[in-house]
């Protein structure tokens, strides 16, 4: 487990770069953390680190899931909107997993998908406007 305090926006964009670079490119990475804890934010580091431009990456609110091209794919996916496990069904993951990194916000809704189970999860946490708690367990 790594634990870090990060005391802005680019510190945690830092931190999840470096995670990136040290990924093979197929990994499943969960995200968890409440409203504005940065899950997102995270998100755009781990493109940063594939050599994804992180200004394309925003909030699948409405797609669910957004698909970037650099060192490896980055897939985003955003459960937000998920209200039933069972719905995870017709994401259809398993037809790409293996194909680049996962990258789940609101890792907790996946906890049940097999696929979930040998993620890295990223535990952000806010502590003050500034400051987020952030564990990564492998
Ligand atoms: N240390 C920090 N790390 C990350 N974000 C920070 C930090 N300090 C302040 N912020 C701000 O917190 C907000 C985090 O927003 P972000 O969209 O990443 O959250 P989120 O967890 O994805 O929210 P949502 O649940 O809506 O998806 C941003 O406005 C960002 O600038
Ligand atoms: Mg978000």
Redesign the pocket.
Same mark, same amino acid.
Not at 129 to 132: L, Q
């Given at each position: 487990m790594n634990e870090f305090l !990060?005391? !802005? +926006? +680019? *510190?945690?964009?830092r931190i999840a770069s470096q995670l990136a670079e040290q990924l093979n490119g197929d990994e499943v990475i969960l995200?968890y &953390? %409440?409203?504005? !804890? &940065?899950?997102?934010?995270?998100?755009?580091g781990l493109a940063r680190g594939l050599g994804i431009d992180e200004n394309l990456v925003s %909030?699948p609110?409405f797609t669910i899931m957004n698909i970037y091209a650099g060192k490896s794919l980055l897939f985003h996916l955003?459960l937000?909107r998920l209200e039933d496990p069972g719905e995870m069904d017709f994401l259809g993951i398993e037809d790409f997993l293996g194909m680049g990194v996962l990258a789940v +916000?609101?890792g907790e809704k996946a906890e049940k998908a097999p696929w979930a189970k040998n993620a890295i999860r990223v535990y952000?946490e806010?502590i003050s *406007?500034? +400051?987020?708690k952030?564990k990564v367990m492998f």
């Open positions: !990060s005391i !802005s +926006e +680019e *510190e945690t964009k995200i &953390g %409440s409203l504005a !804890s &940065g899950k997102t934010v995270f998100v755009k %909030s609110t955003d937000y +916000e609101w952000l806010q *406007e500034k +400051e987020r952030i």
